[in-house]
């Protein structure tokens, strides 16, 4: 009964958040291509690909877990030559991100809708080995089904936010039932495990493994050569001393030029960086750039014109750079960690020795900023002030 509740529940939820997602494809761009391929219909090149033979079947959902998953395939590969392996992903910046890199013999394709006849059709074509799930994503009817094809499932670097932890207490009924059906869960700290027990897991089958997050770090060195030509693009220099805001969210630009207002006559070399964790928002982080009276260049329009004024702020509009802007760095602020709640990634910043500042709210890397802060390697503020 209460596969059948949710089953009738998921396609009224579906229809409802559809009109939003709908526009933000539009103002983001990326989503359109492929898209039929989120109701399992792939063109011919990608079904013939499929058909050469079963897979490992690897999920992602954005940037940061594309990494660890493809940090992921390629230690596994390393101990098994000639595995293959299919990722999916659930955004356009994920694909990008993962098409760089994804060996020859792997396929990608965007994850399916959670409904029992798109899942049938995908199971049928992609015929996985395994299921190896990343961080946070229970889907119920994908975790089901391959349960009962036999398929193991598992999870890899595993977290559970307060939010989350919350969302998914409310509806233990059915994810008791889902957590129950892994084979595998590796988790980042002890806390995770005691919350994925909480909910439903088997104890003996809940693992501490740390972040994975270290190791994606290590793997993915920043090209000091590409942010400095990125700089000089953007008519800024090694003499600057810049302060980056990474990955951030509404709120937090604003917060950032404020602060650049008051320290630029202490520091007349000093510029800001502004990397938006959506580039979508770049017209409304304009908008605040201009209300305030500052100088900017944008990204993705391209080198700052021969004899233009230095700008006093860039605009990383672009996907892919944050990593390499992190090394010229003088000064890091890690988004989504003062006006919203979650927190980005800091060990990135951390892995390229830049002073890291973040805020209150860093719920998705609790355990990451403990090891941090007991280490004396980041400053945690409590407001904008």
């Keep these: 009964m209460i596969w ?48 050469e033979r079963s897979r490992i079947w690897v999920h992602a959902v954005s940037v940061g877990e594309t990494m660890v998953a493809l940090r992921f395939i390629e230690r596994w590969r390393k101990l098994e030559p000639g595995v293959a392996f299919v990722l999916t992903v659930n955004t356009s910046t994920g694909q990008a991100l993962a098409a760089k890199s994804l060996h020859p013999d792997d396929v ?34 994908l975790i089901r089904m391959a349960s009962r ?24 009924f059915l994810f008791r039932r889902v957590l129950a059906m ?29 972040s994975a ?8 060195p920043a090209d000091v050569s590409v942010a ?50 959506h580039a979508e928002r770049r017209d409304a982080v304009v908008e605040l750039i201009c209300a305030r009276g500052l100088t900017y260049v944008q990204r993705s329009k391209g080198r700052l ?33 003062l006006t919203q709640h979650g927190g980005q990634n800091p060990i990135e910043p951390a892995a390229c020795a830049r002073p890291v500042v973040v805020g209150p709210n860093m719920e998705n890397f609790r355990d990451v900023v403990e090891d941090f802060l007991a280490a004396g390697a980041v400053i945690q503020v409590r407001n904008a002030d």
């Design 182 to 210: 892994l084979d595998r869960l590796c988790v980042q700290g002890e806390r995770d495990r005691e919350r994925f027990i909480a909910l439903g897991a088997e104890p003996g089958r809940v693992q501490v493994t740390g």
């Design 4 to 51: 059948i509740v949710y089953n009738l529940f998921f396609p009224v939820l579906l229809a409802l958040v559809l009109p939003y997602y709908l526009l933000r494809m539009a103002r983001r761009g990326g989503y359109a291509r492929g898209f039929l391929q989120r109701v399992g219909i792939y063109d011919k090149v990608v079904a013939a690909r499929l058909a």
């Design 108 to 141: 990608m394709v965007y994850f399916p809708l959670d409904t029992p006849v798109v899942l049938a059709r995908v199971f049928r074509m992609l015929r996985p080995e395994r299921l190896i799930l990343t961080e946070c994503e229970f889907w119920p009817n």
């Design 305 to 337: 014109p021969a004899g233009a004024e230095r700008p006093d702020v860039l605009l990383a509009d672009t996907t892919g750079e944050l990593r390499h802007l992190y090394a010229i760095a003088s000064v890091v602020f890690v988004g989504k960690s």
């Design 213 to 220: 997050k270290y190791d994606v770090a290590a793997q993915a």
């Design 228 to 277: 400095a030509a990125i700089l000089a693009d953007s008519g800024l220099g090694a003499g600057d001393v810049i302060l980056l805001g990474g990955s951030t969210w509404a709120g937090e630009e604003a917060v950032l030029m404020d602060l650049f207002l008051r320290l630029r006559s202490r520091y007349p070399a000093l510029r800001l960086v502004l990397v938006p964790r």
């Design 149 to 172: 094809r036999g398929v193991p499932v598992m999870l890899i670097n595993g977290r559970m936010s307060d939010r989350s932890y919350r969302g998914y207490q409310r509806f233990r």
